[in-house]
């Protein structure tokens, strides 16, 4: 692997932070120190801003398809040091190498390329008004957009967020998690080696409460795209009301996962471990709720804790490796502390539950897979754990399997597993989620908007979506035959 980049990245130039300060990253499989990271403060974010304000007439005023390309280039450069950048952000977030690589790197790939190929497709429109005028409507860029990253999917998030903030022709300023910043900070070195302009990505490094709250409340920012907690998409709004700034909010999940008794329950078994499992189930989509119909439940967690007992835990690095540690010592714990949580409240630990006894895992951040079976109104099935901890309950009809499934605050994803299609349709109308599965669970691509309602935010990601939320529709009208108008016409 080549050098780790560590610094901040400001106007097209890696910079210490202006007072000298820096935060230690660590790799969660055994809290080993990988680096330290310079830590952005309000001058260094202010820096950043300036330096995307700079850049943004000559980003916006180049041709689109020219911003494209650099994108389209970027995607390349991304694919043909896929393996590099799988290990760096293994050992930064625990994801273990094999996800890393097949998923995070080539997702992010993906997107970049989608967006690249979205610049200069993003059209406007004529509309048909009064005799003797045009009036079109242009999509133009909002300026400097803010973009808040957390530790969870840090590579494919910064493209999630980038892709479309760049197609569109804004300049940005990115606080990534200070968690895990490093491969954000080799996506800035390759764009800076392609020629993506001076200023146009900006990255700073920093804790949110100083950082990320200066960026939210900076009024030459346009927009903020968070990714984050509900409590934290809060302080965002509140933040952002100085300027009125635009917000999208991309929050927590705890999404549904619903087993009929006609599912092919082979698949709904694979593709429920795989809705919670993946990651360690740090995502907002993770499926940790499992609402399973009485009749089948029995054979199905029979074999769901089979599995998920059976799951490799081991070092992000080791290829065989299924499952690797949380991303932080401090969210391990928060996870942990929902075992008593849960047992409080009378809930049974059917697998899991505790830190693996493998004595190779004990500095790390480890938890087994975490099966539970819960009521739908205690908190384990109410709040997001943000672990390998899926909750488990049981339902006799269709009605209550969506009653169930809509009595969180959030809606972010939700899935099903039935071979009806009419009940598939149905359920799919009528669950609360800007997200719906059916017979799978998890699945993204950088054409379908990806969001929430409710608690778990607005606005979307991805596909004309995403280009619609980083754009103002501008109305030109244009007297055509260059009419003198009656009012006060002498
Ligand atoms: P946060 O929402 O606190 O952090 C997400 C990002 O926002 C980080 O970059 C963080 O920086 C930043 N941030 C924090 N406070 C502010 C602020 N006042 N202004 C601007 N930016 C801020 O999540 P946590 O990391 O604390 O995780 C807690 C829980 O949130 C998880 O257990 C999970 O339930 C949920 N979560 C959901 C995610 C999702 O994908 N929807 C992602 C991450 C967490 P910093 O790291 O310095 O705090």
């Known amino acids: 692997m080549s050098a780790i980049q560590n610094k901040l990245f400001i106007g097209g130039k890696f910079v ?8 230690a990253v660590h790799n969660p499989h055994d809290n080993s120190l990988i680096t330290h990271v310079a830590e952005a403060k309000a001058a260094d974010v202010d820096a950043a801003v300036d330096a995307a304000e700079r850049a943004f007439p000559l980003w916006s005023g180049m041709a689109a398809a020219e911003r494209g390309k650099l994108l389209l280039k970027l995607a390349d450069r991304i694919e043909a040091e896929a393996d590099a950048l799988a290990q760096l952000e293994a050992i930064d977030t625990g994801h273990p190498i094999r996800d890393a690589k097949n998923i995070d790197v080539l997702r992010t790939a993906a997107c970049y390329r989608y967006f690249g190929g979205m610049a200069d497709k993003f059209q406007g429109s004529v509309i048909p008004v009064d005799a003797g005028f045009i009036n079109y409507v242009q999509r133009a860029p909002i300026g400097v957009v803010g973009q808040i990253v957390p530790w969870n999917f840090p590579l494919m998030f910064t493209s999630w967020k980038l892709g479309p903030a760049l197609a569109a022709g804004n300049t940005v300023v990115m606080k990534p998690s200070e968690i895990t910043p490093l491969s954000t900070l080799r996506i800035a070195e390759l764009m800076a080696e392609i020629g993506f302009p001076e200023g146009v990505v900006n990255i700073v490094i920093g804790y949110g409460h100083t950082a990320g709250q200066h960026l939210a409340e900076h009024p030459k920012v346009g927009k903020i795209s968070f990714t984050g907690s509900t409590e934290t998409g809060r302080r965002i709004v509140e933040a952002s009301k100085g300027n009125l700034k635009r917000v999208q909010l991309e929050l927590g999940g705890k999404g549904a996962n619903i087993v009929f008794d006609d599912a092919n329950l082979i698949a709904a078994v694979n593709g429920s471990a795989w809705a919670i499992f993946h990651n360690q189930g740090q995502a907002c989509i993770a499926g940790s709720r499992l609402i399973i119909h009485e009749k089948v439940a029995d054979e199905f967690l029979e074999r769901f804790v089979k599995l998920a007992s059976s799951i490799r835990l081991g070092n992000p690095l ?16 928060r996870v942990l502390s929902y075992v008593d949580i849960a047992q409080q409240q009378g809930a049974t630990i059917l697998t899991g539950g505790k830190a693996p006894s493998n004595p190779d895992l004990s500095k790390g951040c480890y938890i087994e897979p975490t099966v539970v079976r819960a009521k739908p109104t205690d908190r384990v099935s109410q709040e997001e754990v943000f672990g390998p901890f899926v909750s488990v309950t049981t339902f006799k009809d269709d009605a209550e399997a969506l009653q169930i499934a809509n009595m969180t605050e959030y809606g972010l994803g939700g899935g099903l597993w039935t071979r009806d299609l009419s009940r598939a349709h149905k359920m799919a109308r009528e669950i609360r989620a800007g997200m719906v599965w059916v017979n799978s669970y998890k699945r993204v691509n950088p054409g379908s908007p990806f969001g929430g309602v409710g608690q778990s935010g607005y606005g979307r990601e991805m596909g004309f979506e995403a280009m619609h939320d980083y754009t103002e529709a501008k109305s030109v009208w244009v007297n055509v035959d260059a009419q003198i108008l009656p009012h006060f016409k002498r």
């Not at 210490?16 to 935060?23: C, E, N, Y």
């Not at 080791?318 to 714990?333: A, K, V, Y």
Request: glycine letters at 8%; proline letters at 8%; aromatic letters at 0%.
């Open 16 to 23: 210490d932070a202006k007072d000298g300060a820096t935060i």
């Open 318 to 333: 080791d290829p065989e490796t299924e499952m690797g540690p949380l991303t932080s010592t401090l969210h391990r714990d």
